[in-house]
C-alpha cells in the first residue's frame, strides 16, 4: 500500500511511470514520460494536483522514456527541474548525442535544469525522506530512490519485476554487467517491502524480482551478443510503440541512424543492414510483438 501523500501513473512502456507526491510541503513528480505523451501527461498531473501547483520535477534519469515531458510540464506549471548531477553538463549544452537521444533514433525536446541531485543527498518528498542511491548498469548515472520509513523503493529501470532495462554501456564497449550487478546488490541489502518501476506496476516480492535479474544479468555475462540482441529488440519495438506502423523497406536506415544499433551490431552481430532490419524484424514476429501487412510492420500490444 501506498502512502496517502504519493501517486503512482503506470503508463504504457513508450512512456516511463510517474510518481506524484502532494503531501504538506512541495508537489514533485518523478520522471516525465515519453515526448509524444507529453500532454496526456500533463493532463494527469493536472487532474491529480486538483488545483495544487507542481512544485519540482526530478529525473531519475534521462532517458528520453523518462524526460521527454520536462519541457511540457515546465510550460504547463512553471516548476523547477532536478536532474542527476552527472549528467548537468550534457543538458546544459544540449549534447543530445551523449544524452543518447539521437544514439537511440528517439525524441526528446530540450528542456533546462534549476537542481541537481547526487548519490547520497537525502530528499523530503510526500513528508517522508528519500535517499537517492546511485544505480548504474542500465543507465551510468541513473538515480534510485529509498524511503527507510515507509520500506518503498523507487527503482527506475535498475529493477523490474521481470528483469530491467536494456545495460546499454556494453554496446559501446564500455563496462555495464559489473555495474547492474552492484546496483541489484544494493537493493539486495535494502530492506524493501515495496518496488515502484520504473514500468510495469509496483510490486512487493522483491527477492523474486532480484533473483530473477540476478539471474539474467550471469545469462548476458555467459554470451555479450545476448545483451546486444535484446536491445536492438527493445529498441526496434519502441519505435513501433512510437511509431506504430513502419515501411519494412525503410527499416535498414531506420535502424542504422541510431549509433546504439550500429554499435551492437558491428561489435557482436556483424550483420548488413538489411540482414539486421530483417532480424530485428524476425525477432518482433516471432513472439506476436508486431505484424506484417502489405509491406508495413505494424505494432501489436
Known amino acids: 500500500m501506498l502512502p496517502s501523500t504519493m501517486q503512482v501513473f503506470e ?3 513508450l512512456s516511463s511511470n510517474n510518481i506524484l507526491f502532494a503531501g504538506s510541503g512541495k508537489t514533485v513528480l518523478v520522471d516525465s514520460g515519453y515526448l509524444t505523451h507529453a500532454q496526456q501527461t500533463v493532463a494527469l498531473v493536472r487532474h491529480a494536483l486538483q ?7 526530478v529525473n531519475t534519469h534521462l532517458h528520453s522514456d523518462h ?12 516548476c523547477r527541474i532536478a536532474i542527476p548531477a552527472a549528467e548537468a553538463g550534457k543538458v546544459r549544452d544540449w549534447k543530445e548525442d551523449e544524452l543518447t537521444f539521437i544514439a537511440a533514433n528517439q525524441q526528446c525536446e530540450r528542456f533546462g535544469f534549476d537542481e541537481t541531485i547526487k548519490p547520497g543527498d537525502t530528499l523530503l518528498w510526500g513528508d517522508l525522506h528519500w535517499q537517492a542511491l546511485a544505480a548504474p548498469g542500465h543507465d551510468p548515472h541513473s538515480l534510485i530512490f529509498y524511503s527507510p520509513e515507509e520500506r518503498i523503493l523507487i527503482s527506475a529501470d535498475a529493477l523490474w519485476e521481470n528483469g530491467f532495462g536494456v545495460i546499454f554501456p556494453e554496446l559501446e564497449g564500455e563496462s555495464g554487467f559489473a555495474e547492474t550487478r552492484a546496483t ?8 524493501v517491502r515495496l518496488v515502484i518501476p520504473g514500468h510495469g506496476a509496483p510490486f512487493d516480492g522483491v527477492q523474486k524480482a532480484l533473483a530473477t535479474a540476478f539471474a539474467r544479468v550471469d545469462y548476458f555475462v555467459a554470451d555479450p551478443a545476448r545483451n546486444a540482441q535484446n536491445a536492438i529488440k527493445v529498441m526496434l519495438k519502441f519505435l513501433l510503440l512510437e511509431r506504430q506502423r513502419v515501411p519494412v523497406r525503410e527499416l535498414p536506415a531506420m535502424l542504422t541512424r541510431g549509433s546504439l544499433f550500429i554499435a551492437a551490431n558491428e561489435r557482436y552481430l556483424q550483420k548488413t543492414d538489411t540482414e539486421l532490419a530483417e532480424w530485428a524484424m524476425g525477432q518482433l514476429l516471432r513472439v506476436g510483438a508486431a505484424e506484417v501487412v502489405d509491406g508495413i510492420l505494424i505494432n501489436r500490444d
Open 11 to 13: 503508463r504504457g512502456w
Open 51 to 57: 488545483g495544487r501547483k507542481l512544485d519540482l520535477l
Open 67 to 78: 524526460c521527454g515531458g520536462n519541457a511540457a510540464l515546465r510550460r504547463e506549471f512553471g
Open 184 to 191: 541489484l546488490e544494493l537493493i539486495a541489502g535494502l530492506d
